[in-house]
């Protein structure tokens, strides 16, 4: 059964594994999870060729749903603020696979309904940021085609709802899975050809962000100066970086959409940050990392600005600091469930490896082991 759902997919290569799906089709059958999400409802129609009511009883002696409000969508923005402030502090499975259900069982349904335009661009604008939410945490999860996945119907319903600095955001969130990818690569030929792709994404998500208001535009272009750092060119960069901080300074300006809400001056310097480790510029990225940890202080976004801390400081052959600040990471590290601050954490010692001799790399070596064996690595 496994193998007929994968091959009913219509990309069956970006599908989960067979095994994968085994395991999900086992929980179905044995009754631990009654719930099977609309995707997989859909391709276990085609691999029978049954149709929805017939396979799953949804018939129309069913009660149909009242058409969507504007409730609706504060609902769900309400359901979106709790999910992200779990995600921050604590991440994990559970949280994840919540987040996943209500997305298919609640949020999904809503959309089809017949609805007045205002309420209905409403609705998907927020369903659009709960998608790109959900997509995250299945990216920290190592699950990279799942996230792309969940992105492409972001991006559907980012157009649905006619605000264009949404398809911005899902531009350029596709550009950073393309730089995660390009984090894990180990040949350079396909190191290269993920970050080409990067900045093919981030450069469209910058374009169209220039009918963005002010913040907007700052946080979705910074991602393009990201991508441009980690092909090594610093002078692109710094172009890139001195058009964030010229869209920053005309805050105030017009109405910042409301996705932008959790993001702000501590998101842009870590950003910001992330550029001048990729460059090795580590006295700037120490000033960045310093001014973003002045606003970032929820667990998750201060252990990643952490990480850049300490790089910045054995970039700048401050060893001492670094070692100090790479304890301070690790401790937080230990309590976020993901895989990108995997990546940091091995990123952190790579940048002390330089003195792996010395007494104090030592001890943050090892207080590193938990942390990469939680990686699985």
């Not at 910042?256 to 090795?280: A, D, I, T």
């Not at 202080?297 to 600091?321: K, M, N, W, Y």
């Amino acid at each position: 059964m496994a193998v007929e759902i994968r091959n009913a997919a219509e990309y069956p290569h970006k599908m989960p594994t067979t095994r994968s799906l085994a395991r999900n089709i086992e929980r179905w059958e044995d009754g631990t999870v009654v719930r099977i999400s609309e995707r997989y409802r859909i391709l276990y129609c085609h691999v029978f060729g049954m149709s929805m009511d017939d396979l799953f009883g949804d018939g129309p002696d069913r009660a149909a749903p009242p058409p969507p409000s504007e409730g609706d969508a504060e609902a769900i923005g309400m359901m979106l603020a709790a999910l992200m402030t779990s995600d921050r502090r604590f991440g994990g499975a559970r949280i994840r696979r919540q987040a996943t259900d209500y997305l298919s069982d609640v949020i999904e349904p809503r959309l089809h309904g017949p609805a007045p335009d205002e309420v209905r661009r409403r609705l998907f604008s927020v369903a659009t940021e709960f998608v790109m939410r959900v997509a995250a945490m299945h990216l920290d999860a190592d699950q990279a085609s799942m996230a792309v996945s969940l992105l492409g119907r972001a991006s559907s319903m980012a157009a649905e709802s006619q605000d264009i600095t949404l398809t911005a955001w899902t531009l350029s969130r596709r550009g950073e899975h393309e730089m995660h990818h390009a984090a894990l690569a180990v040949r350079p030929a396909q190191k290269h050809a993920f970050i080409q792709q990067a900045l093919a994404y981030t450069e469209g998500a910058a374009g169209v962000a220039r009918a963005a208001p002010p913040i907007g535009r700052a946080f979705l272009t910074t991602k393009h100066a990201l991508a441009w750092s980690m092909a090594g060119d610093r002078a692109q960069t710094q172009r890139v970086l001195g058009r964030v901080w010229d869209a920053y300074e005309a805050a105030g300006t017009a109405e910042e959409p409301h996705w932008m809400g959790p993001y702000g001056l501590g998101h842009l310097r870590h950003e910001e940050g992330r550029c001048y480790v990729n460059l090795g510029m580590g006295r700037d990225a120490v000033r960045a990392a310093e001014a973003s940890l002045a606003e970032r202080t929820e667990v998750r976004p201060r252990a990643f600005s952490l990480g850049i801390l300490a790089i910045g400081h054995a970039q700048s052959l401050d060893v001492e600091q670094a070692c100090a600040t790479a304890h301070e990471f690790l401790q937080l590290a230990s309590q976020v469930s993901s895989r990108r601050i995997c990546i940091r954490t091995r990123e952190v010692l790579d940048a002390l490896a330089p003195y792996q001799n010395e007494p104090m790399v030592e001890d943050v070596q090892e207080a590193a082991r938990p942390v990469l064996e939680v990686c699985g690595r």
